[in-house]
């Protein structure tokens, strides 16, 4: 199974989002601390801030070394492990930890009440199991051939192939359908 590489259209609206983001959270924080002046010492903003900046560095990444990866259009089966490894962790941290970040914003109960530490080692519990998940799913998606009869794996795999354009000319086994 291939991992199609995100759109031109996609890749331009996750970085203006970004940017927006980044931009109101520093005015967010400009206007606590001017209302509030020990507002930079909320333990949930303070992890927030390092997490926030995490995930911006890791969606550099993401453009950088990960999607220009699944441009090449190789079937999970065949990655190398280390750069399998690498894409999940990067995935994974970004899936999970910008919904953690979401849910920050609205956790009012915690301002004041916990520390960085927590926020920070429960966001690392958060994409423990985010990193188990896509690992879950990459095994899933590198089964090339069906055992014996097509089950319910072969038939994810075809569906989630139909939702991007798969041709049998990217893969390097020409025996291998699109579907596979």
């Known amino acids: 199974m291939l991992i199609p590489r995100p759109e031109q259209f996609e890749t331009v609206m996750i970085a203006v989002a970004l940017t927006v983001l980044c931009a109101t959270g520093a005015i967010l924080i400009l ?3 001017a209302e ?3 507002y930079l010492e909320n333990g949930k903003l303070q992890g927030k801030i390092i997490l926030v900046g995490l995930l ?3 969606a550099g990444f993401l453009h950088s070394e990960v999607f220009p990866f699944l441009a090449r259009s190789q079937p999970v089966a065949q990655w190398p492990r280390a750069r399998w490894i ?3 962790l990067s995935v994974s941290f970004s899936n999970s930890l910008w919904f953690y970040c979401a849910f920050l ?3 009012k109960i915690w301002n004041y009440t916990v520390d960085a530490g ?3 080692a429960l ?3 958060i994409w423990a199991l985010g990193s188990t998940l896509v690992h879950g799913a990459l095994v899933l998606a590198s089964r090339n051939e069906p055992i014996g009869r097509r089950d319910w794996i072969d038939s994810v795999k075809a569906s989630l192939s139909g939702l991007a354009p798969l041709e049998p000319r990217h893969f390097a ?3 291998l359908r699109a579907d596979d």
């Open 31 to 33: 206007m606590g601390v």
């Open 36 to 38: 509030r002046p020990d």
């Open 56 to 58: 911006a560095a890791n």
């Open 86 to 88: 690498r894409i999940a």
């Open 105 to 107: 914003g609205v956790a």
């Open 118 to 120: 927590f926020v920070l």
């Open 123 to 125: 966001g690392l519990l």
């Open 173 to 175: 086994d020409s025996t």
